[in-house]
């Protein structure tokens, strides 16, 4: 048994997280995140040259890795950063464009992504997709497309012949309306109105499945590296903040949900890296919902506790901790919430 | 056992009900319905219609403008504005130092200041927290050094909520060092015109503009501004914090986002099933809603012995406590119903062009995170449990 990452992901994440400490401190990210275009493209293409793309992308696809612990290796560190830049989508898209065999060099060039899959009756869920795509040209709308202000291009699933496809789309070919997220970001409203797209692939359920199931692992990992560093501003602030002639940390009754903080986040990082290593096998879809599950209710309890316990400072824009709380929160609306997971986890056992 | 409201008490229900449909401004409720932010004409306007009705200080003596309510008549004229989707009365004045001043206030204070809040002359807001005196209010340092006929104040306020919109500041300022920090209090009225006081406003996690930082350099007071004797402001800061616990428990607000959520996952579908259908999502909210009614009798039991003439203990502290986690809840459940489309940052195209989520849903992921202060404020839950082990254990 070992547990340690590897040397090759221990320096990418090393370098990434040194990267972002220094380049993408949280006034930086704050000024960028809430603000057209809602990240930094300066930055996204820097990420791209220290291999951030390369790593999720396999070695026989031109990249470095694209396994489990890659995808955990880069988004922890992207997660206690709270980069807002859109890797999400990149990522989703290497795993689409990979399944269709298509070419993946505009992604390892920097080119942004939109994976177009949730739509607005159905955020999560594959089968209820109501976009079609007849003769080359696509109708309906993708709903909360993640970097979708400012994508190049957009990957579609829509309906065709009695199964999901995918189509590639140039974003110039399509009406985008974009908008800023509660938790930095951006995302977008997609309307395909008889739109002209390029076949990538038929059949795409599994491909899609795939796409999602690696999507819910970086999400988790993401929400990992926020709630490590959340957790670590918290245990700061119990140690120096005074009331009463003593830290605050000096009253059991904080000291007792602090610990559950910690034991809970321990909880994290071992379903999380349960399902990094689940990737490729046949318990990876299984492994992928219970991690998205957990850390959706993990997320939101360390958000709430972190806020709670700071008091009133921790309510404040200035006071970093509200953004981590805000993307913490927000994650479970990304790619199936707790309870969206939870259902297929039940699924999974009554079948 | 008689869990209705009696002959007399149902007839002002009706009274109250009857008076909010034809006076309330629609266009008022709208926004208060969708979470977001009113403009200072808004409350503006809305304190003058009640004014106009006699209803803007309810509980008041009738000497002073006030109706006499009790805690029962008090009780219903909230849930009614809860359920109509009123404004809640802006508090600093009318329920804060209104009644501060009529207990301590000097005759000549309660004949300057008690119709000039009333009628909108003045709006107060409040000067308690510290940087570094927030559930430790006792520790606060802003000095008020007598200086002939005026007291000359140094130090920094926080978190004094609709700063921006008032014209005076009632604080506690220190008069005396030594010796317990609850005894060197005094309470302080102060003009915000004063030369040597600057407001900042405080952006908040969900981006709005509620609260102030408010800074005092040199700023002289006259005398005649202290409520009550000097070092006396500890026991008024108790008593306002008694009166800002009224009510305490929010089952109006919690009652009337727990119907908005019943009628949003009624609406939504997902995959074309109603939310309200999908068990997980239901079983949510069915435990919420027993909770909510369990609080809600809980409530009317403490208000039926305060009715009765009874005193109260620390039993406010466990409506506080169970009060604002039931309302955290339904709010937590807002949010997620919206699922995906409930990430944009708030703005009108979210209801609008993009028609994201239905109308008055907007707002329900900011609503959630600001929420999150109603469990801080006010003396947090656990400064609140704290009060109830004293009570309990000692």
Redesign the interface.
């Known amino acids: 048994m070992d547990f340690q990452m590897s040397d090759d992901r221990r320096m990418l994440a090393d370098s990434l997280g040194r990267y972002l400490a220094a380049q993408y401190p949280i006034q930086h990210r704050n000024a960028v995140a ?1 603000a057209a275009p809602w990240h930094d493209p300066a930055k996204w293409d820097a990420l791209v040259d220290l291999g951030v793309v390369f790593a999720l992308i396999p070695e026989d696809r031109g990249g470095m890795g694209g396994a489990g612990f890659d995808i955990t290796a880069v988004f922890t560190e992207l997660g206690r950063a709270l980069c807002p830049e859109p890797v999400l989508p990149a990522l989703l898209a290497a795993r689409l464009l990979g399944a269709a065999g298509a070419d993946l060099e505009p992604l390892l060039s920097g080119v942004r992504y939109g994976v177009g899959l ?1 739509e ?6 594959l ?2 997709i109501t976009t079609t795509a007849r003769d080359g040209r696509l109708l309906g709308r993708k ?2 497309v993640y970097g979708g202000a400012d994508a190049e291009r957009f990957v579609i699933a829509a309906h065709q012949d009695g199964g999901l496809a995918l189509y590639d789309v140039a974003a110039a070919d399509v009406e985008v ?1 974009g ?5 930095g970001g951006s ?1 977008a ?1 997609v309307f395909l109105d008889a739109t002209p797209g390029r076949l990538l692939m038929a059949d795409a359920g599994a491909a899609l499945q795939d796409a999602l199931d690696a999507g819910a692992l970086a999400l988790s990992a993401e929400a990992l590296g926020a709630m490590e560093h959340a957790n670590a501003m918290l245990v700061d602030y119990l140690k120096t903040r ?3 002639g003593r830290p605050i940390g000096a ?1 059991q ?2 000291q007792h949900r602090a610990v559950d903080l910690a034991i809970e986040i321990e909880q994290a990082r071992s379903i999380i890296i349960l399902a990094a290593d689940a990737m490729g096998g046949p318990q990876q879809s299984l492994r992928c919902s219970q991690a998205k599950h957990l850390v959706g209710k993990i997320a ?1 309890q360390v958000a ?1 506790e972190v ?2 316990m700071h ?2 400072i ?5 006071y970093p901790a ?1 953004h981590y ?2 993307r913490l ?2 994650i ?3 790619l199936g ?1 707790t ?1 969206f997971h ?2 297929r986890m039940m699924a999974v056992l009554q079948a | 056992m008689d869990l209705r409201y009696s002959p007399h008490e149902a007839a002002f229900q009706t009274q109250v009900r009857a008076f909010l449909d034809a006076e309330l401004p629609h266009e008022i409720a709208a926004k208060v319905a969708a979470g977001r932010e009113l403009a200072k004409t808004d409350m503006e306007r809305w304190h003058a219609i009640l004014h106009q009705r006699g209803w803007l200080a309810g509980p008041w003596p009738l000497a002073f403008g006030g109706q006499e309510w009790g805690p029962v008549e008090q009780h219903i004229f909230e849930e009614e504005c809860c359920r109509a989707n009123a404004p809640r009365i802006v508090p600093f004045g009318l329920k804060m130092l209104g009644p501060v001043l009529i207990a301590f206030g000097s005759p000549e204070q309660k004949k300057t200041y008690l119709p000039r809040i009333l009628d909108g002359t003045d709006w107060w807001c409040q000067g308690y927290s510290e940087p570094g005196a927030g559930s430790d209010l006792a520790s606060l340092k802003t000095r008020a050094v007598h200086d002939g006929d005026h007291y000359v104040v140094n130090g920094q306020k926080t978190w004094t909520t609709l700063g921006q919109f008032a014209n005076r500041i009632f604080c506690l300022v220190r008069t005396k060092a030594d010796g317990k920090p609850q005894e060197g209090i005094s309470f302080l009225l102060v003009d915000l015109d004063t030369p040597g006081i600057e407001m900042r406003p405080i952006r908040l996690i969900e981006g709005g503009y509620e609260v102030n930082e408010v800074f005092f350099t040199d700023v002289r007071v006259p005398v005649t501004n202290l409520v009550g004797a000097e070092n006396a402001g500890w026991t008024i800061a108790k008593f306002l914090l008694g009166h800002e616990r009224a009510n305490i428990a929010g089952v109006g607000f919690s009652m009337q986002a727990l119907d908005q959520v019943k009628s949003l996952a009624r609406t939504l579908t997902r995959g074309g099933k109603r939310l309200i259908d999908q068990p997980l999502f239901a079983a949510r909210l069915a435990s919420v809603e027993a909770d909510l009614e369990a609080m809600r009798i809980t409530n009317l039991r403490m208000l039926s012995v305060a009715a009765q003439g009874g005193k109260l203990g620390t039993e406010p502290s466990m409506l506080k406590i169970k009060g604002t986690v039931i309302r955290q809840t339904i709010n937590d459940l807002a949010r997620r119903a919206l699922g995906a489309s409930a990430a944009p940052f708030p703005s009108e195209d979210v209801e609008g062009n993009l028609s994201l989520v239905p109308d008055g849903h907007a707002m329900n992921a900011a609503s959630y995170f600001s929420n999150r202060k109603i469990s801080i404020y006010g003396g947090s839950n656990e400064i609140q449990r704290n009060i109830l082990a004293k009570g309990m254990l000692s």
């Open positions: 809430y949730g607005l009756d159905a955020p999560y869920d089968d209820t709903s909360v309306k908008y800023g997220m509660i938790d995302a409203e005074q009331q009463f009253f009754a904080l939101r709430e806020i709670q008091g009133g921790a309510m404040t824009w200035e509200s709380a805000k929160v927000m479970d609306h990304q919430d309870d939870l259902e």
